[in-house]
């Protein structure tokens, strides 16, 4: 058995964070495919093991076959392993913290329901769809600027805040975004992609049953 089971699908940028962290990492994990669009995370035995019902979810064996749920908190998990990922003081651990909590709050929470509702409900010109788009530009802005003269966002390093804001974002075109708009966040990612063991979502995330 691997250490790790991730519970995740291809269309999923949160799967994809804790799946490129445990690619960055050399980790042995098992992708393990959840059937998100005909409802298996509402399933009972899926919240038996997650009551949110969302995914990601890790389970790791390593550790007595503990589950882990929400992003942020499976790569803070991960970082506990994995500490290349992890700040190496006090203060950049607390840029860590809170370069996670901007992105699950402002820039995936954004990023994620615009490319939803642009990309797979086509209703990207609604009022909603607006809205959040302009959210969206709003974080997009934040990270270009903070990126300005900086390889890596919270550290001297690549952390998991690296990799928490990345999540979603190598699929542009899925939310109308050029980044020769945001050079410093194309710049970064050029970084992210030259990474050790870097993996594109679609050659470590399942897409069916048998990851095909």
């Not at 995740?8 to 050399?26: D, H, I, V």
Request: glycine fraction near 8%; proline fraction near 5%.
């Amino acid at each position: 058995m691997a250490d790790y089971t991730l519970h995740c699908f291809l269309e999923s940028g949160n799967s994809y964070k804790p799946a490129l962290m445990l690619e960055l990492a050399g980790a042995d994990w098992d992708a393990r495919w959840v059937n998100f669009f005909k409802g298996e995370h509402r399933s009972p035995e899926y919240l038996a093991q997650n009551e949110m019902g969302e995914v990601p979810l890790l389970i790791d064996h390593s550790q007595g076959d503990v589950p882990v749920s929400q992003s942020g908190v499976i790569l803070w998990h991960l970082a506990e392993r994995f500490t290349q990922f992890a700040a190496d003081n006090a203060a950049d651990n607390r840029e860590v913290l809170r370069w996670v909590l901007f992105d699950n709050h402002k820039l995936t929470g954004n990023v994620a329901t615009y490319r939803f509702l642009h990309k797979f409900m086509e209703k990207g010109e609604t009022p909603e769809g607006q809205f959040t788009q302009g959210r969206m530009i709003q974080a997009l802005k934040v990270l270009n600027r903070r990126l300005d003269g900086r390889d890596w966002v919270a550290a001297d390093k690549v952390t998991i805040a690296d990799i928490s804001l990345c999540g979603y974002l190598f699929w542009p075109d899925h939310f109308g975004v050029d980044w020769a708009d945001y050079p410093h966040i194309g710049a970064w990612l050029k970084r992210i992609e030259d990474l050790p063991n870097y993996s594109k979502p679609e050659n470590i995330l399942p897409s069916g049953p048998s990851g095909s």
